[in-house]
T-cell receptor, first 115, second 111 residues
Framework: GAVVSQHPSRVICKSGTSVKIECRSLDFQATTMFWYRQFPKQSLMLMATSNEGSKATYEQGVEKDKFLINHASLTLSTLTVTSAHPEDSSFYIC???????????FGPGTRLTVL | QQQVKQSPQSLIVQKGGISIINCAYENTAFDYFPWYQQFPGKGPALLIAIRPDVSEKKEGRFTISFNKSAKQFSLHIMDSQPGDSATYFCAASPGFQKLVFGTGTRLLVSP
């Protein structure tokens, strides 16, 4: 149990385009999901906390207008990278919090490459 | 105060040996301490977690030791195997709020 999926696993896009990444909790409902960014050989950096039915809470330094988060249902949160640029290239990982335990379970990640 | 300090940065252990990774924190509000394992190109996977009401928790070959007074906790991997070669992250949070991650330890278990 407690499986989290992400789609797509890899995406390559041109500079200036927008990219949407989906995060789904497959076997549980998650009122809270988290979005992280990870650079090579570094730790996870929390970008935002996504709460179902309300606005996301962004960490300091994360541009809200660039990284749009929508948590429209109890099993789906989306991250849209708007007007992507090469510096947005990274590994994006979501997690979903299991309500009964509070434990965060992570998705497999999405590798974004902006050309 | 929000940091979690993790050491060592990298670790090489022979097959069958014990791998030990240490973490330290400052924020006394932290009361949930999970460990995650991450393979290259994959998302982190929860290994084991502990709350401060116990000093040790064991699951299979993985053990967390927790020292509340020293504000330290550690992961022990017994009988380390080449398949354990991965990056390990400790983390901490107050309750089940957002996690603060350590910097990670790259473990290599030599055959």
């Amino acid at each position: 149990g407690a499986v989290v999926s992400q789609h797509p696993s890899r995406v390559i896009c041109k500079s200036g385009t927008s990219v949407k990444i989906e995060c789904r909790s497959l076997d549980f409902q998650a009122t809270t999901m988290f979005w992280y960014r990870q650079f090579p050989k570094q730790s996870l950096m929390l970008m935002a906390t996504s709460n179902e039915g309300s606005k996301a809470t962004y960490e300091q330094g994360v541009e809200k207008d660039k990284f749009l988060i929508n948590h429209a249902s109890l099993t789906l949160s989306t991250l849209t990278v708007t007007s992507a640029h090469p510096e947005d290239s990274s590994f994006y990982i979501c997690s979903a919090r299991l309500p009964t335990e509070g434990t965060q379970y992570f998705g497999p990640g999405t590798r974004l490459t902006v050309l | 105060q929000q940091q979690v300090k993790q050491s060592p940065q990298s670790l090489i252990v022979q097959k069958g040996g014990i791998s030990i990774i240490n973490c330290a924190y400052e924020n006394t509000a932290f009361d949930y301490f999970p460990w995650y394992q991450q393979f290259p190109g994959k998302g982190p996977a929860l290994l084991i977690a502990i709350r401060p009401d116990v000093s040790e928790k064991k699951e299979g070959r993985f053990t967390i030791s927790f020292n509340k007074s020293a504000k330290q906790f550690s992961l022990h991997i017994m009988d380390s195997q080449p398949g354990d070669s991965a990056t390990y992250f400790c983390a901490a949070s107050p309750g089940f709020q957002k996690l603060v991650f350590g910097t990670g330890t790259r473990l290599l278990v030599s055959p």
